[in-house]
């Protein structure tokens, strides 16, 4: 259904793109601490890189540059970097999702917080990843 | 658009005025919709967290537990659509 | 009696929620419903949003020279909310064409009356 776009231009063009927006992505989800961003934004632009090469390289390319079923994977392995980043202080000494308890040595208690926050961000940019590729893939590839 | 949907819609639009008038002025000191909390949220996010961004760090720390079960909702979405729609593997 | 000086947000909000539900309900074809609920979610974001603002407030990020004075920053909570809110709102939308497209192959119309014709022909 979705064959290769054979010209040249278009190829060319997001061929080229689509490195600089997934560092894009990668600034964005980094930089949460600093200005607007974080983990929601940086996924969907990450996800919108993978679509840009769906739909220019057409099905074929898919299998090799990002697949569907890893897709899944990478959405499965966001939500459990969340789920341990608040299981693990429980084992240490904290609450629930309490960073300041995380087994880091030789940090401060903010800068923990800081690193927890930092972690729980990039699990939630892969979550976020992921079911936006698989929501494309299916809604498109899907055929009657 | 006939005229059943035409009065509804006026009588939500009315509503919606009405109500309106009963707001409590949100930028004014004293307003019930800035709880003290959030002055915490805002005088504690640096101290505490190193953080300066305080949008990200009420989201991921002070209010963790939601983004938590939040992520979820999306994982269930993605969840859903794979199974009503399943993609054929067949290529042909 | 109701005050007619109302601020125009909330005067543009409620003009967006009417397109929006006039969207939902007087639209016949079941697409045009989905963007109807489009419409109205986000014109209860941008209600959201405008109503955490304070007179004389900078955004919510860290400014040593304003430190930790309260009343420099608006309010962050509004805007942790809609965050959410949008991603939601976008995963939603995604389950509602996944299943317009299965009604679509099932009885090969988007429009209401074409469907309900069809369901009472089939059963």
């Known amino acids: 259904m979705r064959g290769r776009l054979h010209n040249p231009i278009v190829e060319?063009?997001?061929?080229?793109?689509?490195?600089?927006?997934?560092?894009?992505?990668?600034?964005?989800i980094t930089h949460g601490h600093y200005g607007p961003g974080g983990g929601f934004q940086g996924g969907v632009i990450l996800a919108a890189s993978m679509m840009l090469l769906r739909l220019t390289l057409g099905e074929e390319y898919e299998h090799?540059?990002?697949?569907?079923?890893?897709?899944?994977?990478?959405?499965?392995?966001?939500?459990?970097?969340?789920?341990?980043?608040?299981?693990?202080?429980?084992?240490?000494?904290g609450n629930f999702l309490d960073y300041a308890h995380l087994p880091i040595p030789g940090l401060s208690s903010a800068e923990l917080r800081y690193h927890g926050i930092l972690i729980v961000e990039t699990g939630v940019g892969m979550v976020v990843w992921g079911t936006l590729v698989t929501l494309f893939d299916h809604l498109i590839g899907s055929e009657p | 658009m006939n005229w059943l949907t035409g009065v509804i819609l006026a009588l939500f639009f009315g509503l919606l005025i009405y109500a309106e008038s009963d707001l409590p002025d949100s930028r004014a000191v004293t307003a019930p919709a800035r709880a003290r909390v959030v002055d915490l949220y805002i005088e504690r996010s640096y101290p505490d967290t190193r953080t300066p961004n305080i949008v990200t760090s009420v989201?991921?720390?002070?209010?963790?537990?939601?983004?938590?079960?939040?992520?979820?909702?999306?994982?269930?979405?993605?969840?859903?659509?794979?199974?009503?729609?399943?993609?054929?593997?067949?290529?042909? | 009696m109701m005050r007619f000086a109302m601020n125009y947000y909330d005067l543009m909000t409620a003009a967006l929620l009417v397109i929006g539900l006039y969207g939902m309900v007087g639209k016949r074809n079941l697409l045009k419903k989905v963007i109807g609920?489009?419409?109205?979610?986000?014109?209860?974001?941008?209600?959201?949003?405008?109503?955490?603002?304070?007179p004389g407030a900078t955004v919510p990020v860290w400014d040593p020279r304003i430190a930790s004075e309260a009343a420099g920053y608006i309010n962050p909570l509004p805007h942790v909310l809609i965050l959410t809110a949008i991603v939601v709102s976008v995963a939603t939308t995604g389950v509602a064409l996944a299943l317009l497209i299965t009604i679509y192959r099932r009885y090969g119309s988007l429009e209401e009356a074409t469907i309900l014709e069809r369901m009472r022909k089939s059963s």
């Open chain 1, 12 to 28: 060319g063009v997001s061929s080229f793109l689509v490195p600089f927006i997934q560092i894009f992505a990668l600034y964005v």
């Open chain 1, 64 to 93: 090799r540059t990002f697949s569907p079923k890893l897709a899944g994977i990478v959405a499965a392995v966001g939500i459990l970097i969340y789920a341990f980043a608040g299981l693990v202080p429980l084992a240490w000494g």
């Open chain 2, 59 to 92: 989201l991921a720390d002070y209010r963790g537990y939601d983004t938590l079960g939040e992520t979820v909702v999306i994982l269930t979405a993605g969840l859903a659509v794979s199974l009503i729609l399943p993609r054929n593997s067949r290529r042909g």
């Open chain 3, 37 to 54: 609920m489009n419409i109205f979610q986000t014109a209860i974001f941008l209600f959201f949003i405008q109503g955490g603002t304070k």
